[in-house]
């Protein structure tokens, strides 16, 4: 489980450099990365206080998956609404 925070927690971090670097410049697109970022990486670290037995990385994955999404969609928002 550790190594599913661990993917999660550099996915949430590698996306804020979208907007450290100007890739995107929609003030409402980079709140929106912002909020998700925290949002994945706090789940994520769910990951490491559930100590049961049973698999539950599916649903990390599937968080992940929706996460990137989102952020793909984003890129596509900030270039139609002018950013260059």
Known sequence: QRIVFTWVAATSVSSLFLFAGGTIRNPVLIVLILALS???F?????????????FICPSAFRR???YMFIVMV??????LWGGS
Do not use: F, H, P
């Not at 706090?42 to 100590?51: C, E």
């Open 42 to 54: 706090w789940n994520g670290a769910k990951l490491l206080k559930d100590r049961r037995d049973e």
């Open 38 to 40: 925290a949002w994945l």
């Open 74 to 79: 984003s890129l596509t928002l900030d270039r």
């Open 64 to 66: 992940i998956n929706v």
